[in-house]
């Protein structure tokens, strides 16, 4: 089983759920239209990577997200995600009105930065993504349309999370294709100080 790192322990989820079209602009810089109700889906802890991939079966792409650990009740840590996606693939799914696993959930879809602890989730906790220096995606909880805590009310209605569980919230505009050889940097801030951040070399 894959871990990701909180403070100095390692922690192994038993799942990570995720969060589709929570930002307007990323909704609208996909052609989606604004969901009637929040979209969730899952990836399994296979999905949990270190390296960051520019192909898997197709081209993949970045997805930039606030990402947070479940402990007792409550999301206690807080860390930046990439969710790698098969757009191409995606696209076909959607367009036959299947499910989105085979684009989402595959092996080494989900990247984690290590995990820091927190008390409170205001709407001034963002991330922001560089790619080789350019900031390329950057968002913030006020920027959400769910914000965490509907995010995990909603979660909690219909399935149990485990202690150590993921919960990715959504990513805001500005994705696009992984290139092998870039440099991506993801940040964590909060009021412009960086609580976390983590850096990959695209393979």
């Not at 989606?32 to 399994?44: A, Q, T």
């Not at 969710?83 to 092996?107: N, Y």
């Not at 209605?157 to 940097?185: H, K, N, Q, R, Y």
Request: with cysteine.
């Amino acid at each position: 089983m894959n871990s990701v790192k909180v403070v100095n322990s390692n922690i192994t989820p038993s799942k990570i759920v995720c969060v589709g079209r929570n930002y307007v602009e990323h909704i609208s810089e996909l052609g989606n239209e604004v969901p009637d109700n929040m979209v969730l889906f899952i990836k399994p802890n296979a999905a949990i990577s270190a390296q960051l991939c520019s192909y898997h079966q197709e081209t993949l792409h970045y997805e930039a997200e606030l990402c947070f650990l479940y402990k007792q009740g409550k999301f206690c840590a807080v860390a930046v995600g990439l969710d790698l996606t098969k757009r191409a693939l995606q696209s076909q799914l959607k367009a036959k009105g299947l499910p989105w696993e085979r684009a989402k959930s595959f092996t080494g879809s989900a990247l984690f930065s290590d995990f820091v602890t927190l008390d409170i989730i205001d709407d001034d906790l963002a991330l922001a993504l560089y790619i080789n220096g350019e900031c390329r995606q950057s968002g913030s909880v006020a920027k959400m349309i769910y914000s965490p805590q509907e995010i995990l009310t909603e979660i909690q209605s219909f399935i149990s999370l485990e202690d150590g569980d993921i919960v990715m919230t959504g990513t805001p505009a500005g994705v696009g294709e992984v290139v092998s050889g870039d440099t991506f940097e993801a940040q964590v801030l909060h009021r412009s100080e960086v609580l976390v951040a983590k850096q990959w070399q695209a393979i």
